[in-house]
């Protein structure tokens, strides 16, 4: 049986796309804070952009533009 804290391979495989779009949003010049809590904020979107199949540099892009 798995533990309460055991994230599904979905789940963690969203919180690695997310975790290489904010090194893209860095990049492009956000603080790390900015950019964190720009994905916080859009979180939906984002998660709508990972099924979508975008790449974390073109979703980046994206939420820069």
Known sequence: MAKKNELDPETEALIAWCTEV???LVAGGATIAQAQDHIEE???WFTDLFFDGLSP???A???LA
């Open 61 to 63: 892009k994206e939420a």
């Open 22 to 24: 904010e090194g893209f």
């Open 42 to 44: 859009q979180i939906e």
């Open 57 to 59: 540099e073109e979703a």
